[in-house]
C-alpha cells in the first residue's frame, strides 16, 4: 500500500483527493483542522502551513505520493492591492509550499509523484489577478524546474483549475445570479466542481500513469482555450 501525504484536505478539493485514494493507498491528510473528515478513512496530522514546520510532524518515511493543496482568491484592481497582499499571496501559494517540499523531498520514493496548484488565470492573463497570478505562476515555473531536476525519480505536475464550487470560492457563488454569471463565463457553461479537479489528481498521482512530469494542465472547462462568444 503506497503511502500519500496531503498538504490542506480537510475541505474542498483536497477533501475529494483524499476521498479517492483512501481504498488503495494510506492517506495523510496535514491541515490545521479535520472537521471535514469525518467520512474520510486518512491519518490526520494537524499542520498550519503558514507557522510551522512540516518536518516535526510524524511522517510516513517513504512517500510515494504528494499534494500541496492550500491556496488564496484575492481578486482586487491591482491599484487596491499593497505590496503585504503580494507577500501574503506568494506566503501561501509558493513560499509555504517550497518550504514544505524541501522537508520531504528526501522521503519521496522511486517513481513516486507530485502533484501542485496553480490558475487559469496564469495562462490567460484576467483582470483583478496580478496577486494570485505572479503567485501561481511562480509555482508553474518552479514546479518545472523541479521535475527536470528529479527525473526520473520523482515526476512533478500542475493542475491550473478555472472557478471550482469549493468553500475557498464561496463568497464568488453565494447566490443563484452569481452562479449562473460564473457558469456562462465558461464554455462547459457551469464552473468545476472538487471532483472534476479530483480526479485529474488522483490519475497523475497513479502509477499506471507514469509517462507524464513537468506539465500544466488547464482543468478549467475549456476556459483557457476556447472562445465560444465570438
Known sequence: MKNILLIGGSYGIGREIAKQLTEKNKVYIASRTSGGLSDVEATHIPFDVLTEDISEKNLPEEIHGFVFCPGSINLKPFKMLNIDAFKDDMEINFFSMVKVVKSIINRMSEESSMVLFSTVAVDSGMAFHTSISAAKGAVEGFSKAL????????????????????????????????????????????????????????????????????????????????????
Not at 184 to 203: E, S, W, Y
Open 147 to 230: 521535475a527536470a531536476e528529479y527525473a526520473p525519480k520523482i515526476r512533478v505536475n500542475v493542475i491550473a483549475p478555472s472557478l471550482v464550487d469549493t468553500p475557498l470560492s464561496e463568497r464568488l457563488l453565494n447566490n443563484e445570479k452569481k452562479k449562473d454569471q460564473m457558469d456562462q463565463r465558461h464554455p462547459l457553461k457551469r464552473v468545476g466542481t472538487a471532483k472534476d479537479i479530483a480526479n485529474m489528481a488522483t490519475f497523475l498521482l497513479d502509477s499506471e500513469n507514469s509517462w507524464i512530469t513537468g506539465q500544466v494542465f488547464g482543468i478549467d472547462g475549456g476556459m483557457s482555450t476556447l472562445n465560444t462568444n465570438s
